[in-house]
């Protein structure tokens, strides 16, 4: 009986100091608000504007010759105003899918670039974690309510900012 009592106190002594450490990130607040970050939406941003500068032009051209084709209606025979419509209407297909593809090109080195940062920013959750004895690591969007003292968000933004400031775009 003494042998099981004595098992049973080491045994919970022995469970109660085993602890899980466990804590959360976010990552969108680290691509957004690191240095690196910064750069990538500044870069983002700059090539946004460009493009809208672009295609404002365009699409003003394209309504003044859609204003002017209206105007020469009349004048026109039916012949000529069909053919200078569709004339019109092919420029309008080409603008819609340039702006498409632009988005696309757009969208596409925003993902390149994300997972560029991401490949410097995973060994140093890593080594956090390691150094820390962190057994799991939980990103802020599947969190309901958490402690703010387990939010590692801002430790792994100082120690990306230490690392990396810009990406060469």
């Given amino acids: 009986m003494k042998k099981v009592i004595i098992f049973f106190i080491f045994f919970l002594s022995f469970t109660f100091n085993v602890r899980a450490e466990i804590t959360y990130i976010d990552i969108n607040f680290i691509l957004n608000y690191s240095e690196v970050g910064k750069s990538l939406n500044s870069y983002i941003k ?75 920013l995973n060994p140093i959750i890593t080594n956090y974690v390691e150094l820390n004895s962190i057994s799991i690591v939980i990103p802020k969007k599947n969190i309901i309510v958490g402690k703010k003292n387990l939010d590692i968000t801002d430790n792994i933004t100082k120690l990306l900012n230490e690392k990396i400031t810009e990406l060469n775009f």
């Fill in 46 to 120: 700059k090539i946004q504007n460009n493009d809208l500068v672009k295609y404002k032009k365009i699409e003003s051209d394209l309504i003044n010759k859609e204003k002017s084709l209206i105007a020469q209606q009349n004048i026109l025979d039916k012949k000529e105003f069909q053919n200078k419509l569709s004339i019109l209407t092919s420029e309008v297909q080409k603008f819609r899918s340039d702006k498409q593809l632009s988005l696309e090109k757009l969208n596409n080195i925003k993902i390149e670039r994300t997972k560029e940062i991401l490949k410097v």
